[in-house]
């Protein structure tokens, strides 16, 4: 028997209320991600406004940022995709543990800067999946993401998926940049949504920067005004 959404919802919520086991240092009862744990391996740090990567205190973008100006008008990250996020990440995006949705939105959210970036988007779009990757994984991660941060905003329509490019990994970010050449567009019947509009990208995990570059380039085409990107880790630079 299946079951409404208003009714799914209400599930969800009161299951992301019951008192649970911290996923990290065990301790019980608390949250998923206990407070402790947050704070010691979220925590608030500067970060380059323009690609979310460490800077110093009191600058606001990074070398490689003032020298060549992205797409995105600002990046934000929750923390640096180190442990033990990855093992949390993959739990959630590999594993089929969408409940990991939850606590991981309680992080972005937290982030300074991320309540203004969502409650100032037009659209909140999550980086779409090329079909053949959705359905092997049976869900999107950035989907789960996005539709908690702004549950009123989010569309998973909005932004396509075009091309199933070739692992990125092992690739500099020139490579991957011309990897994804041509992997986005705006859904062409609705592209009037996107002009004129501040649209707010949501992800998981930034690496190089390519893949969000490539998504916002094809939303400044369609005429967005602005392009925002929150995401939950960010890939630290090379020593």
């Known amino acids: 028997m299946s079951i409404p959404s208003a009714a799914r919802g209400l599930l969800r919520r009161g299951l992301d209320a019951l008192p649970s086991q911290c996923a990290l240092c065990r301790a019980w009862p608390g949250r998923p991600l206990c407070g402790a744990c ?51 990440i993959g739990h959630f995006k590999f594993q089929g543990e969408p409940g990991w949705a939850a606590p991981l939105c309680a992080l972005m959210r937290a982030v300074p800067g991320a309540d203004a970036l969502l409650s100032q988007a037009d659209r909140v779009l999550p980086m779409p999946l090329f079909p053949r990757r959705l359905r092997e994984r049976g869900f999107n991660q950035a989907l789960e993401l996005a539709r908690r941060l702004a549950p009123e905003r989010c569309d998973a329509a909005l932004l396509l998926r075009l091309r199933d490019t070739p692992p990125q990994s092992g690739l500099t970010r020139a490579q991957r940049l011309r990897n994804l050449h041509g992997a986005f567009a705006v859904e062409p019947l609705r592209a009037g949504l996107v002009r004129g509009r501040r649209v707010l990208l949501v992800d998981d995990v930034m690496t190089t920067g390519a893949s969000l570059t490539a998504a916002a380039q094809a939303l400044r085409e369609a005429g967005a005004a602005q392009v925002d990107a929150l995401v939950l880790a960010r890939t630290p630079a090379p020593p």
């Open 38 to 88: 947050v704070a010691r391996f979220a925590p608030a740090v500067p970060r380059c406004r323009g690609c979310a990567l460490r800077v110093p205190a009191g600058v606001a973008r990074c070398g490689g940022c003032l020298r060549h100006p992205g797409t995105l008008d600002t990046c934000l990250a929750a923390c640096d995709y180190v442990w033990p996020w990855p093992d949390c």
